[in-house]
């Protein structure tokens, strides 16, 4: 039996899961070799496996919270289902930063099956891997493939945060539609290969706009770009509307094909409102298309301010 036993610790203490076996009072009874290293690694005054035994698990989630945000408490309470009978098992992914590492794991709580009294073993599994991987693929779902630029579906989540943060703080938002000038006579006259390369260009010329956290450049569709400016009224919109319109310019893109001038320009429409209650953001949308469209109907290569 001994010789049993001393097996499946040695088994316990193999594994890289941090577990612990708590009472059907949260006390803890037992904790492997991961979960002391673990502890200690994340400046615990605990520094063996004996230290732990009596502690309060349920007082160790309400006192200090796993990542500073509700997931302490919430741990408890699903710790607290499991030994009532409410649920089998109860499992709870959360984010365990360092100083040095971004880490999140997956506890699963789940009865102990065996003869004796009512027990509970609480694991803890590191799925940093798979939460970065999940970051990435998400990250990539969000941006343009040619350009890097975010994406239409980035910027429509962006635009309508800003909104929503200008209703709630009475602020300015402000929007840049952006279209290059007879593009498509440009990819008839020089290919689309050296379209894609001037659509990177401009993209790159247009990104250096939004400098700020409140601002978003995208590619809206095509050859049509958008500027989210957050907390940004009309006369700084307007200023930042003409230096994209410059620096597109400045990039000195040779196009011979257009009537309008030798090198690649854009136009450019602004649109300016603080959010109301009573309208929502495809308001927004329509004046800076309805600036654009001004914009192109003026000559093009300029920017227009719409006006209510």
Partial sequence: MEKSLKFFEAVVNSVTEHIVVVDAAGVIECVNTAWVGFGIDNGSR???AEDWLGVDYFRACNGSPTSGDGDGPAVAKGLRRVIDGQVGVFSHEYACHSTTERRWFMMRITPLEWEGPARYVISHHNITGRKLA????????????????????RFDDFVASEWRRGLRDRAPVSLLLIDIDHFKLFNDHYGHTVGDECLQKVA???GDVARRPA???????G???AVVLGGTDEPAAHRLAIEALEAVAGLRVPHDAS?????????VGVATMVPEADSGLDTLLV???EALYAAKRGGRSRVEVWTP
């Fill in 287 to 289: 004046a800076a298309d």
């Fill in 259 to 267: 009537p309008t001038a030798p090198i690649v320009t854009v136009s």
């Fill in 204 to 206: 790159r010329a247009i």
């Fill in 223 to 225: 050859e049509e770009f």
């Fill in 46 to 48: 605990m520094q063996t």
């Fill in 134 to 153: 999940e970051e990435r693929v998400q990250a990539l779902s969000l941006k343009d493939g040619l350009t890097g630029l975010p994406n239409r579906r």
């Fill in 215 to 221: 601002d978003l450049a995208a590619r809206y569709g």
